[in-house]
């Protein structure tokens, strides 16, 4: 998976809206539409930001194995 097709998949994951995330970080919802769809990059500031705000590593974006099962969602979240 890409790294855009798994921020997509966590965002859903957490059940934070796309719209939700675009205001977060800053970005207009058309402009972040694209990041999750059509973007071949994603900005390193963007990518952090939208970390913070799912909550998760960023790293969890490169995971080529990342799944949709409850306890890896548990697992997801930032440790404090």
Do not use: C, W
């Amino acid at each position: 998976m890409s790294v855009q097709q798994n921020i997509r998949k966590v965002r859903r994951m957490r059940g934070v809206s796309a719209r939700s995330v675009a205001r977060h970080i800053g970005i207009s919802d058309m402009s972040y539409s694209r990041l999750e769809r059509v973007a071949k990059t994603v900005d390193p500031n963007l990518l952090n930001k939208i970390a913070d705000y799912l909550n998760v590593d960023v790293q969890v974006f490169f995971d080529d194995k990342l799944t949709d099962s409850d306890s890896y969602n548990k697992e997801l979240t930032k440790s404090s």
